[in-house]
Structures are given as C-alpha cells and as structure tokens.
Nanobody, 126 residues
C-alpha cells in the first residue's frame, strides 16, 4: 500500500529554518512527481512547491519562492522541504503528495496528486 509520512514539523521563531521530510512507501517512487501543500488554520489547502520525478525541475508558489527549497532523494524514497526565513504566515499543516505524471511540467492543482501524507504541523511565532 502507498503511504507518505511527513516529519520535521514543529515550532520555530520568525526568521528561523525548518526542514520537512516525507518518506514514501511507493515502490516506483522515482516515477512520481512530488509536491508540498499546506493548509493554514481556517483556510484552504494551497500549493507550496513541486519537484519532477527526476528532480530536474522544481516549481514554487510565489509566497515561498526564494525561501523554500524542495529536493528529493530517490534512493531513499524521500522528498524534502527546506524552509528558510520563516514567517508567521507560513504557519500551517504541511502535506506531501505524489503525482504520477512523469513529465517535467509540474502541476499545482490538488486534484493532480493522488497520494497524500497525514500532514505535519509547522508553527511560526512572531
């Protein structure tokens, strides 16, 4: 069964950094593009970043561009989200997700991702 498990969330002060990890049980992990989404309290889940199956292409939401870095290690079946210069508005539950589309055109719609993790809480204090 496919399972994605996020870790690395926690409480951090504004301006600080945090690295999230997502371990995937997907047998053919390298055939999936991976994405990170987040859901602030009382708001809709929104796209954060995505990385192609090969790791050769990345795409970021404007709100995190220049601050967050998505990466993956296919040998470890793991995708990462390095979060720098964190702001209180970054507070949310962060989810990783898997997209079977293997092209280098990264997708941002929630409906494009068929597998989701349980989420990990990130809280940024002011």
């Amino acid at each position: 069964q496919v399972q994605l498990v996020e870790s690395g969330g926690g409480l951090v002060q504004a301006g600080g950094s945090l690295r999230l990890s997502c371990a995937a049980s997907i047998r053919t992990f390298s055939n999936y593009a991976m994405g990170w989404f987040r859901q602030p309290p009382g708001k809709e889940r929104e796209f954060v970043a995505a990385i192609s199956w090969s790791g050769g292409s990345t795409y970021y939401a404007d709100s995190v561009k220049g601050r967050f870095i998505i990466s993956r290690d296919n040998a470890k079946n793991t995708v990462y989200l390095q979060m720098n210069s964190l702001k209180p508005d970054d507070t949310a539950v962060y989810y990783c997700a898997a997209d079977r589309f293997t092209g280098d055109a990264l997708r941002t719609r929630r409906s494009s991702y068929e597998y989701w993790g349980q989420g990990t809480q990130v809280t940024v204090s002011s």
